[in-house]
């Protein structure tokens, strides 16, 4: 489980990111709209998971409170392709290795040796490669 910030819904902005159905999702986009004389002002947040990709749509109220990640971001390097979309990579600060799952879309392009970024949430993932 990640560290958690609570943040009211109106302070989200697009590209940030909230904890939903126990995963980090990125907002895509946010619109708000008052609603009638005595209701609240609502907000519709269109949310993409950064593990699956799969996208979704919130409705909320402006006030409520909502769950955000702290996400670190770790410079590595890949030492080591362990199944299809998981390798090991270590961490250019501390040189702490560990695995990462490797977003889709990036899998076929690691190679050993590689500078990647990883964000730990409580799960690893590796979310950017560089070419040297």
């Known amino acids: 489980m990640p560290e958690i910030q ?3 819904v109106i302070d989200l902005k ?4 909230v904890w939903y159905n126990n995963d980090a999702w990125e907002v895509l986009e946010i619109e708000t709209a008052k609603t009638g004389k005595h209701g609240s002002a609502k907000a519709r947040i269109v949310i ?3 593990t699956t990709g799969k996208v979704t749509e919130l409705i909320k109220p402006t006030q409520d409170p909502i769950e955000v ?5 770790r410079k590595c390097q890949v030492v080591a392709k362990v199944s299809d979309n998981l390798f090991t990579v270590m961490d250019l600060d ?3 290795t560990f695995d990462a799952k490797a977003l889709d879309e ?3 392009r690691l190679e ?4 990647v970024i990883v964000w730990d949430f409580g799960e690893k993932i590796i979310v950017q490669a560089f070419k040297d």
């Open 94 to 96: 501390t040189y702490e």
């Open 6 to 8: 609570i943040k009211r």
């Open 69 to 73: 990640p702290v996400i670190n971001k």
């Open 14 to 17: 697009k590209g940030s990111y």
């Open 112 to 115: 050993e040796g590689q500078k």
């Open 48 to 50: 993409k998971s950064v």
């Open 106 to 108: 990036i899998k076929d």
